[in-house]
């Protein structure tokens, strides 16, 4: 979906290294999310946000840190990558529906590969 | 606990012939239950969801799902299957009752449709 971006589209890094994945969306929502996606296990939810000042852990998020910089921007920071972090990264967005009825809408995603 | 599974990593069905993806769900209440197509390169697609009301929902390009409550699932269906329908397709559920703000995703289901 063109209005959720994420970039890189793609990083290599390797081990120790810090790196911050970034996404954008313009469908003014105010929920977002960001995933990670490895192969045979679908997506886990790594943190969430409900609004600048609402940041929220998900199911994984231990190696991982968020800043919400502004409504439309959600970053994503490994402190220190390792390689089982290698995946498909996807921001995603929803509205505010507030009882789980929302639709998500997902960016191209961002494959990273720590070495 | 909640929990959405995808039992076949792969579904094969030839073009012009129906197809069927299969989903079932673990959900202590009444669940929401969504599905997604990956196509290569790109972030999850919204097919279709079922909060409500009919049991038979229709989604985008001629998807259709079935919620049946007795059997705990919700499988994706199509009369006519395209070449184009090859994708991954990923169900996912929210429990509404204990935390609707996270999806479960299930592993995903590769579907093939040949010529």
């Known amino acids: 979906d063109a209005d959720v971006t994420q970039t890189p589209r793609n990083r290599i890094t390797k081990t120790g290294k810090r790196i911050m994945l970034e996404c954008s969306q313009t469908?003014?929502?105010?929920?977002m999310y960001w995933y990670r996606q490895d192969p045979g296990l679908g997506l886990r939810l790594i943190y969430y946000?409900?609004?600048?000042?609402?940041?929220n852990k998900g199911e994984i998020s231990d190696g991982y840190s968020v800043s919400r910089q502004a409504q439309a921007k959600f970053s994503l920071s490994l402190e220190s990558a390792i390689p089982n972090q290698t995946a498909l990264y996807f921001c995603?967005?929803?509205?505010?529906?507030?009882?789980?009825?929302?639709?998500?809408?997902f960016g191209p995603g961002t494959r990273l590969t720590v070495l | 606990a909640q929990s959405v599974a995808q039992p076949e990593d792969q579904v094969n069905v030839a073009e012009g012939n129906p197809l069927t993806v299969k989903c079932t769900y673990s959900?202590?209440?009444?669940?929401?239950l969504f599905w997604y197509v990956q196509y290569p390169n790109r972030g999850l697609q919204f097919l279709l969801k079922y909060i409500t009301g009919d049991n038979l929902v229709k989604g985008s390009y001629g998807f259709e799902a079935e919620f049946n409550k007795s059997q705990t699932s919700f499988h994706l269906k199509k009369p006519s299957a395209l070449v184009s329908d090859s994708a991954l397709y990923f169900c996912a559920v929210r429990d509404p009752m204990h935390n609707f703000n996270k999806f479960y995703f299930g592993s995903g289901t590769k579907l093939n449709v040949k010529p």
């Open positions: 946000s409900f609004d600048v000042k609402d940041i």
């Open positions: 959900v202590s209440g009444n669940p929401y």
């Open positions: 995603a967005t929803s509205d505010d529906s507030g009882v789980g009825t929302d639709t998500q809408y």
């Open positions: 469908k003014g929502h105010d929920r």
